[in-house]
């Protein structure tokens, strides 16, 4: 059964740093290409960023590009995005997902930016 736990979440002020990560397990996460998706209070699933199985093909959606980091670790089994000058339209639970519209994802981690 795949499964992917998020962590790293948390509260942050604007202009804050964080760090998550997913640990995979229940499938060969070397060759599965990963992905970040969040969901905002109201608002549906949004895809954020991309990342191929050897971790040189990336893609980040226009509303982080330049702000957030993908990557992933092959031997841990782990994805992880690093979140740098977050802003407050930046809160949402993030989830790691097999698939870029979020499907098989995790339970997700709530990271809320406010001062």
């Known amino acids: 059964e795949d499964q992917m736990v998020e962590s790293g979440g948390g509260l942050v002020q604007p202009g804050g740093s964080l760090r998550l990560s997913c640990a995979a397990s229940?499938?060969?996460?070397?060759?599965?290409?990963m992905h970040w998706v969040r969901q905002a209070p109201g608002k549906g699933l949004e895809w954020i960023s991309s990342?191929?199985?050897?971790?040189?093909?990336?893609r980040y959606a226009d509303s982080v590009k330049g702000r957030f980091t993908i990557s992933r670790d092959n031997a841990k089994n782990t994805l992880y995005l690093q979140l740098n000058s977050l802003k407050t339209e930046d809160t949402a639970i993030y989830y790691c997902?097999?698939?870029?519209?979020?499907?098989?994802r995790g339970q997700g981690t709530q990271v809320t930016v406010s001062s």
């Open positions: 990342i191929s199985t050897n971790g040189i093909v990336i």
């Open positions: 229940g499938f060969t996460f070397s060759r599965q290409p």
């Open positions: 997902a097999k698939d870029p519209t979020g499907g098989s």
